[in-house]
């Protein structure tokens, strides 16, 4: 994880929210459902992607609305749509980890 974000991906907030999406979710990859597929989900992802301009608004970080939950596959794919490179991996927590500057 992006080291502006280690705090509150820590929080018992995000921990609460995380838990509560993925039961909504029924604990199934929402990105595979789309394409037909019944995968597990092992991460919450956020829509639109968490920022140190937008970390602080609950709207975006903590919002059901904006988080879907994904499996590890799906969630890589967001991310590196997202920062357009393959330079990071997934932990154990399903959480993505950057292996290069992380101030990008």
């Excluded at 974000?5 to 990859?29: G, M, P």
């Excluded at 590196?80 to 990008?104: K, L, P």
Aim: charged share 35%; with cysteine.
């Amino acid at each position: 994880m992006r080291e502006f974000a280690k705090e509150f991906y820590h929080s018992k907030a995000w921990i609460k929210t995380r838990d509560y999406v993925l039961k909504r979710d029924l604990h199934l990859c929402q990105e595979c459902l789309k394409k037909g597929k019944l995968t597990p989900a092992k991460a919450v992802h956020h829509i639109i992607h968490l920022s140190p301009e937008n970390i602080d608004d609950a709207r975006i970080s903590l919002d059901p609305d904006n988080l879907e939950s994904v499996c590890q596959d799906c969630h890589a794919e967001l991310h590196r749509e997202y920062r357009g490179d393959e330079r990071f991996y997934i932990d154990e927590f399903g959480e993505i980890q950057i292996t290069n500057d992380e101030s990008q």
